[in-house]
């Protein structure tokens, strides 16, 4: 049975993958460090759950990923199979105000855990980088292949240099490294400040939602379930250095995903129009030709379906 390390294990992304690979029979060490940046509670709901299923293989550390004694200790204990690194500090228009914490979290974390791996001949690594690295990429989609992407925010460029220490590690140490452009991932426990979730709950509570710029930019939005198929098949698959996108190559616009909310709840939304925000881009769309190939991803859930999903989760959390 595969032992797997899961940083920010407790968070949206995390706790699916956590209950994912337990229900596979992996055993699991999730590590997260239940920062502030949303109410730790949600993150604690989500680990009570994963834990009252799966007692015996599942176990939570509490710690910071910046913390080398910390991780030092993690891997003194256990034998580690796999690495899977999603702890980040999050969200492109925050990192604008504290650039040199994004710094600390993103890039330093992300040293300490690759030391890690060097001095214990762990040979498995997956990093969560971001569609945010492509910036204002021109040419659609935005394909692995693209060499001149310029991201436009801090947390773009910790997650681009993420990716560059990554390849610096396999190639020094022979480390098998995927790093994984995550676009937008949504669906049941999205972080409360996420478009989707906060615009279901503004709808919800009769209040204005605010949209900025036009409402014409598009995301490629990638429901959480899909999204978790991928990094299973980065873990069955992948070898070497590799870069994947992880998406669901369709785009939705502000307006047009205002619209799917309003149509899954039965309520319409007040919309406020305000100008656009430093560090936002106007449009992600991913290219998965790849990771179809190479990963045998194949995203199944399309945003109609994934918002109606999103929905019923959220009214069950108002009880």
């Not at 940046?37 to 993150?43: A, E, V």
């Not at 890039?107 to 690594?125: P, S």
């Not at 935005?142 to 240099?161: C, H, M, N, V, W």
């Amino acid at each position: 049975m595969s032992r797997i390390l899961v940083t920010g294990g407790a968070g949206f992304i995390g706790s699916h993958l956590c209950e994912r690979l337990l229900r596979e029979g992996a055993s699991v060490i999730c590590l997260d460090n239940f920062d502030s940046f949303y109410d730790p509670n949600i993150k604690i709901k989500n680990v009570e759950e994963i834990h009252r299923k799966f007692s015996n293989q599942f176990e939570l550390v509490t710690g910071d990923i910046r913390n080398p004694d910390h991780i030092k200790q993690i891997f003194q204990k256990n034998p580690i199979d796999y690495v899977v690194h999603l702890a980040a500090r999050a969200g492109v228009r925050p990192s604008i105000a504290e650039p040199l914490f994004y710094q600390d979290v993103n890039i330093r974390g992300t040293i300490v855990l690759l030391e890690a791996c060097k001095a214990y001949g762990m040979k498995h690594f997956v990093f969560a980088s971001s569609s945010s690295v492509y910036g204002e990429n021109q040419k659609v989609p935005f394909s692995e292949k693209d060499l001149d992407i310029q991201p436009i925010s801090p947390y773009g460029a910790t997650k681009r240099a993420g990716e560059l220490l990554c390849y610096s590690y396999h190639h020094l140490y022979g480390m098998n490294i995927a790093c994984l452009r995550i676009f937008t991932a949504y669906g049941p426990r999205q972080r409360p400040e996420m478009a989707i979730h906060k615009f279901t709950r503004l709808i919800d509570q009769g209040e204005k939602i605010p949209i900025y710029g036009d409402g014409s930019s598009r995301r490629d939005y990638t429901f959480i379930d899909d999204l978790i198929d991928g990094i299973l098949g980065v873990l069955q698959h992948h070898r070497g250095y590799e870069v994947y996108n992880l998406g669901e190559s369709q785009t939705t616009s502000l307006i047009e995903l205002v619209k799917l909310i309003e149509g899954a709840f039965g309520k319409k939304a007040t919309i406020e129009m305000l100008d656009s925000q430093p560090g936002d881009v106007s449009m992600t769309y991913a290219d998965i030709n790849k990771a179809k190939r190479v990963l045998g991803y194949q995203p199944r859930v399309k945003m109609e379906e994934g918002i109606r999903r999103f929905v019923e989760w959220y009214k069950t959390q108002k009880h």
